[in-house]
């Protein structure tokens, strides 16, 4: 079932978006070659239990750690461990905190130090998806309108979408309805609703769509080995546009 959010909800699940801008932005200042995958999810929880949040991926479903944090040719879900970041890693960070019973859910990709041109093509097309996403929201619009969008995006810059994974709703849960797929056929889905509150979040591959899964039973890897990159924000849906509920509320507005 698809909740419509009250105004206290979302004041509430900005503060939680709020403290995950943080979290990323203090994980920018760690990153760099050397430290471990392990070492930045200790940083990261605790700077967000230091603000009052609660990392909720800590536990979910049985996953081991508070964040998730891919590199390379791991798309998603990587589990942070005694690996060493490199110069010229792709790493993404994905996460969710919960604040006052309420969720948010965001992901950055970074490159650390140098790589070549096609994959700072990736993330850098890759974050541009999620924004020619983003910018078909509003009321009435319809959920395919921004999986079409990312979709035809990621195809004109020669980028696979993966399709096996999606964004969703959230609320007081960290994966709710409805599905919010990253490809798909406009004009078609369910209607978007001022106060639906989603996650949207495209993850594009540099070779083929094709993934799969590691032994531990969570990291998503391509099949062919190339690099995979991954945003996402959490956002609300407003009468004409949207509003960023994970970014820096000081600077945020309604798009």
Not at 19 to 39: A, F
Not at 90 to 105: A, H
Not at 107 to 116: E, K, L, Q, R, S
Request: charge should be negative.
């Amino acid at each position: 079932m698809i909740s419509i959010k009250s105004d206290r909800e979302i004041e509430i699940m900005k503060q939680a978006g709020y403290i995950n801008y943080l979290t990323h932005e203090e994980l920018k200042k760690h990153l760099k070659p050397g430290i471990t995958t392990n070492e930045l999810n200790n940083i990261a929880d605790k700077f967000i239990r230091s603000h009052g949040g609660k990392p909720s991926c800590l536990g979910y479903e049985g996953y081991p750690k508070s964040i998730c944090i891919s590199v390379n040719d791991e798309v998603v879900h990587g589990i942070p461990g005694n690996y060493k970041i490199q110069n010229g890693d792709v790493v993404s960070f994905d996460f969710c905190t919960e604040y006052n019973g309420y969720q948010s859910d965001s992901a950055n990709t970074y490159i650390v130090g140098d790589a070549p041109d096609d994959v700072k093509d990736l993330v850098k097309y890759t974050e541009e998806a999620l924004y020619v996403g983003l910018s078909k929201i509003k009321a009435g619009a319809k959920i395919g309108d921004i999986g079409h969008a990312i979709e035809t995006f990621a195809h004109e810059h020669g980028l696979s979408v993966v399709e096996e994974l999606v964004g969703h709703g959230l609320g007081t849960d960290i994966h709710e309805d409805p599905d919010v797929p990253n490809y798909g056929k406009a004009g078609t889905g369910i209607t978007l609703k001022k106060g639906m509150v989603i996650a949207v979040e495209p993850m594009l591959n540099l070779g083929s769509k094709e993934i799969g899964i590691l032994d531990d039973g969570w990291t998503i890897v391509t099949e062919d080995g190339y690099p995979s990159a991954h945003f996402e924000h959490t956002v609300v849906v407003t009468d004409d546009g949207y509003e960023i509920l994970t970014g820096d509320k000081e600077k945020n507005g309604e798009k």
